[in-house]
């Protein structure tokens, strides 16, 4: 089945304490994005990558990091959490080429950081 | 300021009644207007994509329209099931970059029986 996985589906830590949230697809898509969700705020674009060592910045990037060593894994990573950053998280990849393609996304990772 | 606006942000409605969500948009150049359905606790699912030269695309009971000329589409659900009940949110891509997308903070529609 075609799908993206994120792991974990629910995280709750501390101030400063480094996590990473893990993403995965197994559509062979070259497009993976991360984005947060708030209320009120809609989806907002944290990183995305447009293949293998590719990755760039999207609207909310500070205070996260990503890396794309390979094509169907794109972790999300939070080296020093922050109060902040509790919110919503989407993992979503596509076909390059985002024209006419839609975006799967997987279900979700709450994190809530105290 | 959102270059997405929804509305409303939230909507109840009856079992087996029609009702429309609208989207207007500032974003230019325009790529394509898309509709995605939200479950709660789940991720959005794509429901319909439109470009410049398309007005009208159906899937099943929902039905999304753009008049590219007004920067403004709506989506009309007919007939509502309880399934329904989601988030409904309007990306709009810009014709510039393929990352550009712009989203629209969705609208929670609520069908009672």
């Known amino acids: 089945e075609a799908q993206v996985t994120q792991n974990p589906r629910y995280l709750i830590t501390v101030t400063g304490k480094k996590l990473t949230v893990t993403c995965s697809q197994n559509m062979n898509h070259e497009y993976m994005s991360w984005y947060r969700q708030d209320p009120g705020l809609g989806l907002r674009q944290i990183y995305y990558?447009?293949?293998?060592?590719?990755?760039d910045k999207g609207d909310v990037p500070e205070g996260y990091k990503v890396s794309r060593k390979e094509k169907r894994n794109f972790p999300l990573i939070l080296e020093s959490p922050s109060p902040n950053q509790t919110s919503l998280y989407f993992c979503?990849?596509?076909?390059?080429?985002?024209?006419?393609?839609?975006?799967?996304f997987g279900d979700g990772t709450r994190l809530s950081i105290l | 300021k959102n270059q997405v606006e929804q509305s409303p942000q939230s909507l109840i409605i009856l079992e087996g009644k029609n009702c429309t969500l609208q989207c207007n948009y500032t974003v230019s150049p325009f790529s394509n207007l898309r509709w995605y359905k939200q479950d709660t606790g789940r991720g959005p699912v794509s429901l319909t994509i439109m470009t410049f030269s398309e007005n009208t695309k159906s899937n099943g009971r929902y039905t999304a329209t753009l008049d590219a000329d007004t920067k403004q589409s709506s989506l009309h659900i007919t007939a509502s099931q309880l399934s329904d009940s989601a988030s409904y949110i309007c990306?709009?891509?810009?014709?510039?970059?393929?990352?550009?997308?712009?989203f629209g903070a969705g609208t929670r529609l609520t069908v009672k029986p």
């Open positions: 990306v709009v891509s810009a014709g510039n970059n393929n990352n550009d997308m712009r």
């Open positions: 990558s447009m293949n293998v060592e590719v990755t």
């Open positions: 979503a990849s596509s076909l390059l080429g985002l024209g006419n393609q839609p975006q799967h």
